[in-house]
Nanobody, 114 residues
Framework: EPLVESGGGLVQPGGSLRLSCAASGFTFSWYAMSWYRQAPGKEREFLAS???????HIADSVKDRFSISRDNAKNMLYLRMNSLKPEDTAVYLC?????????WGQGIQVTVSP
């Protein structure tokens, strides 16, 4: 698999998680990388992106709580999530894009519940 997410699970409201996305089989540093999420019955939602030049963009809906980073030496993408809320419960997906080539991870479940 080109992209494999990890670090999800069950967390209490107000807690934090760091999701990781391991990339393999392609030149990771060339790719713009992003995180999305999809909750049951809802459309896929963009959360954050980081360009090959390390410019980050965070969606307004989560910008005060989430941050994105990449480590090109390790072929890793991260999403740090703080002050988690029950409405953050979703499957979180890693995405990479370079020119016309795109990869999606299979996603990882994050559940925020007491």
């Amino acid at each position: 698999e080109p992209l494999v997410e990890s670090g999800g699970g069950l967390v209490q409201p107000g807690g934090s998680l760091r999701l990781s996305c391991a990339a393999s089989g392609f030149t990771f540093s060339w790719y713009a990388m992003s995180w999305y999420r999809q909750a049951p019955g809802k459309e896929r939602e963009f959360l954050a992106s980081v360009s090959m030049e390390d410019d980050a963009h965070i969606a307004d809906s989560v910008k005060d709580r989430f941050s994105i980073s990449r480590d090109n030496a390790k072929n890793m993408l991260y999403l740090r999530m703080n002050s988690l809320k029950p409405e953050d419960t979703a499957v979180y997906l890693c995405h990479g894009k370079w020119r016309q080539i795109e990869y999606w991870g299979q996603g990882i479940q994050v559940t925020v519940s007491p």
